[in-house]
């Protein structure tokens, strides 16, 4: 008779690997983790599912995208542009708590992470537009952001023959605003970061993650952190007040980004309401929440459990469901993150 410790027992159910599907096999070669998995792997039944690979789309496209996210035209005084903001080489955020204006200011929002930003049903902190092509066309006019007009941005485009050229190739009418928002859009649409440990875990490597990271997720289940960080992007798919057990904001100087997504809709019940951020890569996304105000992972995780759940967990729970956390790191170009 085999014997279990008691983490064993809890995880046993998390680790079986029913018989393969077509899907499952096909995904597995995609992301080339297929070589790692067991020749009886299958996905695990889990609420939370892989990120799908990167898509194949068109390579034209995808490049004058690529061009364009490194193109500093884009504000009033090219001197800044997406890639300045959304650093892919260090998880697609910024590298400081607010980042810099046009104009050398912060801004009052901490920049979220562009990587896997597709995935999300709305895009900005508060939910304002629908499409990475809305959120391109406000960030450019944005009087404390890129600071520019879009009139400006195409004559200033066009001047260049290389874009004449690489916007003729792909669209026939030319260098447009719509072209270029679509372009950009059509690049961040493939700067997704599949082949964490944890979507290898959820392919069918079972044996991937370490008990302690396999209890973590059994207690992220557990306490309730599943019911607004779901979904394929494991958030970004719903929106919730920040404070549901407690006032966050109390005692805390008043600030008009802390109203969220009230400033959208002048409804009451969407004060403080803010969408849910992705916990995708977030071991690499520091600082966190609108506001920059948690500086660690492990402060977050506190934040999250009294103000969010209205819970105490123990030191041990603590710290496994951050182990957890820590196996969502993806991989962007073969490399993780």
Partial sequence: MTVYSRNERLIRPLTRSPRPSPWALGLAVALGVGAALPAAAAPLDEPLKPL????????????????????????VNDSLSCASCHQLATGGGDDKPFSLGFDGKPVKLNTPT???????????????????????????????????????????????????????????DGVTAANVQNALATYERTLLTPNSRFDQYLLGNTEILTIEEKYGYQRFKEYGCIACHQGM?????????????????????????????????????????????????VAVTAPYFHNASAKTLEEAVDVMFRFQLGRVPSAEDKDQIIKFLKTLTGQWAGKPL
Avoid: C
Wanted: hydrophobic share 40%.
């Fill in 52 to 75: 799908p690979p990167v898509p194949l789309l068109d390579a034209a496209t995808v490049e004058l995208g690529r061009q364009l996210f490194n193109e500093k035209r884009l504000s």
């Fill in 114 to 172: 562009v990587f896997n930003a597709s995935l999300n049903f709305k895009q900005f902190w508060d939910g304002r537009v629908d499409t990475l092509e809305a959120q391109i066309e406000q960030v450019v006019i944005s009087l404390v952001e890129m600071g520019s007009d879009w009139k400006t941005v195409v004559d200033s485009l066009t001047a260049m023959p290389q874009y004449q050229a690489a916007f003729s190739q792909v669209y026939p």
């Fill in 233 to 281: 992007n494991i958030g970004g798919n719903m929106f919730q007040k920040f404070g549901v057990m407690d006032d966050y904001f109390k005692g805390r100087p008043p600030a008009e980004t802390d109203l969220g997504r009230y400033l959208v809709t002048h409804d009451e019940e969407d004060r403080n309401v803010f969408k849910v951020p992705s916990l995708r890569n």
